[in-house]
Every structure is written in C-alpha cells, then in structure tokens.
C-alpha cells in the first residue's frame, strides 16, 4: 500500500510525510541562503572587520595619546620647575651683580670725592702761597716807602731795601705772636705795652 493511498484512507494530508512543495521550498531556501553566504556574508564580514579593526586602531591611538599626553604632561612639569629654578637663579644673579655694580660706583664716587677734595686743597693751598707772596710784596713796598719816609734813610738800592722787607716782616710776625699772647700785668696795676706797637 502506497502513502498515497494511506493518505486519501486517513482522510486528510499528513505532515510528517514531505511532499513535493517542500523539497521545492527546501531547493529555493537553499538557493537564498547559498547566495547570502556568497554573495552578502563577505562584504558584511569585510565591512565588520575593517570596523573592528578601525576601532582597534582608534583605540590604540587614544591609549598612545594618552600616554603622550601624559609624557607631555611631565615634561611640561619638568620645564616649568627647571624654569623657575633657573628664573631664581637669574634674579640673584641680577641682585649679586646690582649690589656690586653699586659697591663699585660708591668706591668710584668716593675716589672723585677725595680726588677733587685733594685737587682743591693744592689749589687752595697753591692760591694762599701765591697771595702770601703777593701779600709779601705789597707790604715790602709799603713797608720800604714808609720805612723812608718815616725814617729818612735811602733804601734805594735792593740790597737794603731787601734788608729793610726782611726786617719789617720780621718785626710783623712778632707782633703777631705778642698779640697772641696774654698782656703782661705790672705790679702796679698797668699793663706793658710790646715794643713794636708803642708809638713813635
């Protein structure tokens, strides 16, 4: 007995039994799943393989960012202390050779000072030598025409003109010292008069 006949006696269609719809269908599925994995499968794994692998690059990329960020990080800390040793460095530099550059022009200017202090006292002292000797002369002169005339005597000639200079600036610097010293008291209450200053 044949499954035909077994089918029209049950009445129906069995389901267990294939037939040849479902060997058609199975063919096509067949068919439309050997073109998928042809035709469609490769480019959708090539395509999911070439994301993961850009992903795994972007990822890598960011991890060796980071590290060079960090690198820089640390290089840029590095710097900035360096910098700010070496900035310190340079301004005590800059105070050390400011107070030097100042210690130097003060021994300069008290080298002026007592160099110029020095200048003016020679010239000082070369001025009243000079004025002295002028003095000198002038009082001679004076002194040679008062001494003739008072006195009478020729003191034409230099000889005893010079002689009577000497002696009258001799006769000067005695009073002088006289006059700085205390007046002698006499027991009688006068006081004695140096000789160079009585009158005549």
């Known amino acids: 007995m044949s499954s035909y006949n077994l089918a029209e006696q ?17 063919v096509i599925f067949l068919i439309v799943l050997g073109v998928i994995w042809r035709y469609v499968v490769p480019p959708v794994k090539r395509v999911m393989a ?39 460095a340079i301004r005590e530099a800059a105070r050390a050779d400011a107070q030097q550059i100042k210690d ?9 000072v007592a160099r110029i202090r020095e200048r003016g006292a020679e010239q000082l002292a070369s001025q009243r030598a000079q004025v002295v000797r002028e003095l000198q002369l002038e009082l ?37 010292v006289r006059e700085s010293s205390p007046p002698n008291v006499i027991p009688n209450g006068a006081v004695s008069v140096p000789n ?5």
């Open 196 to 200: 160079g200053s009585r009158g005549r």
């Open 50 to 88: 070439e994301r993961q692998e850009m992903i795994r690059r972007q990822i890598q990329e960011s991890q060796q960012a980071s590290k060079r960020l960090a690198e820089a990080q640390a290089h840029y800390s590095e710097a900035l202390a360096q910098a700010r040793v070496e900035a310190a």
């Open 140 to 176: 001679g002169t004076l002194a040679v025409t008062l001494a003739g005339r008072i006195v009478g005597e020729s003191v034409a000639d230099d000889a005893r003109r010079a002689g009577t200079v000497d002696r009258f600036l001799d006769e000067l610097q005695g009073m002088a």
């Open 10 to 26: 049950g009445g129906g269609n069995l389901f267990l039994i294939p037939n040849a719809t479902f060997f058609v269908e199975l």
């Open 104 to 112: 130097e022009m003060r021994q300069q200017a008290e080298q002026e």
